[in-house]
């Protein structure tokens, strides 16, 4: 149902006036000043520039409820969200997450990545709502994809003495890990991002810790060794 209505109306139509409780959780929860000015820890946040076709990213010291907003803006619920003039949505379009500024900033060359829709399915999308999930999990997985294979290019000519490696720099062997939602949540479909039950998330978060024990026990011997996830396939 939430499904039809969102396709039948828009959110310019649906909420004329632009309420959105989120902000204001948001900005009760979140000390974006401390973030600014204080954080030791480098934050990115990406969003879609809607006009532009272009993936936003924005940095821990200029990051404002706004721009946590625009990141998580799915155009069929909300209307798009307006920094310095230009209309943003969701950065999950583009970037998601985007891996490129790690490579770029002065960041350690590890990369843990925590996936949410599954890459794999085991069984063919047959009803109109199956097809919708999957083809929604594929597109916000492509950049994804599309930036790990970029990256195992390179690991590739880097193999081959085509490239000259970096410490920090164009090119360098950044080590990709994954906790991977495959197998994880393959019994819920994309409706059970709009649940909210307390129970619901409860069992997310007891999926979650599950997935990352099991990936501690298997993987993280690979840090600052190698990547453990398999770059290559994304070559073939």
């Given at each position: 149902?939430?499904?039809?209505?969102?396709?039948?109306?828009?959110?310019?139509?649906?909420?004329?006036?632009?309420?959105?409780?989120?902000?204001?959780?948001?900005?009760?929860?979140?000390?974006?000043?401390?973030?600014?000015?204080?954080?030791?820890?480098?934050?990115?946040?990406?969003?879609?520039a809607v006009r532009h076709s272009q993936a936003k990213v924005f940095r821990g010291e200029e990051l404002t409820v706004k721009h946590?907003?625009?990141?998580?803006?799915?155009?069929?619920?909300?209307?798009?969200?307006?920094?310095?003039?230009?209309?943003?949505?969701?950065?999950?379009?583009?970037?998601?997450?985007?891996?490129?500024?790690?490579?770029?900033?002065?960041?350690?060359?590890?990369?843990?990545?925590?996936?949410?829709?599954?890459?794999?399915?085991?069984?063919?999308?047959?009803?109109?709502?199956?097809?919708?999930?999957?083809?929604?999990?594929?597109?916000f997985n492509s950049s994804l994809a599309a930036e790990l294979r970029a990256i195992g290019f390179v690991h590739k000519l880097l193999?081959?003495?085509?490239?000259?490696?970096?410490?920090?720099?164009?090119?360098?062997?950044?080590?990709?890990?994954?906790?991977?939602?495959?197998?994880?949540?393959?019994?819920?479909?994309?409706?059970?991002?709009?649940?909210?039950?307390?129970?619901?998330?409860?069992?997310?978060?007891?999926?979650?810790?599950?997935?990352?024990?099991?990936?501690?026990?298997?993987?993280c011997d690979d840090v600052g060794v190698k990547s453990s996830v398999d770059l290559k396939a994304m070559l073939t």
């Amino acid at each position: 149902m939430a499904e039809t209505f969102a396709m039948s109306l828009s959110p310019y139509e649906f909420n004329p006036f632009n309420l959105d409780p989120l902000k204001d959780v948001l900005e009760q929860q979140i000390d974006f000043k401390a973030i600014r000015e204080r954080s030791p820890i480098k934050l990115y946040v990406s969003a879609t520039a809607v006009r532009h076709s272009q993936a936003k990213v924005f940095r821990g010291e200029e990051l404002t409820v706004k721009h946590l907003m625009a990141s998580a803006c799915l155009p069929c619920l909300f209307q798009a969200v307006e920094i310095d003039g230009e209309p943003y949505w969701d950065g999950g379009y583009l970037a998601n997450p985007p891996i490129w500024p790690l490579i770029y900033d002065d960041t350690p060359d590890d990369v843990l990545i925590v996936t949410l829709n599954p890459f794999q399915r085991h069984e063919t999308p047959r009803t109109p709502g199956e097809i919708t999930d999957r083809l929604n999990e594929i597109t916000f997985n492509s950049s994804l994809a599309a930036e790990l294979r970029a990256i195992g290019f390179v690991h590739k000519l880097l193999d081959e003495g085509l490239l000259k490696e970096s410490a920090r720099g164009r090119y360098r062997r950044m080590l990709i890990h994954a906790i991977a939602a495959d197998g994880r949540l393959d019994d819920l479909s994309m409706s059970s991002k709009f649940n909210t039950e307390w129970s619901f998330l409860q069992d997310l978060r007891t999926r979650g810790r599950e997935a990352a024990d099991h990936w501690l026990s298997v993987s993280c011997d690979d840090v600052g060794v190698k990547s453990s996830v398999d770059l290559k396939a994304m070559l073939t």
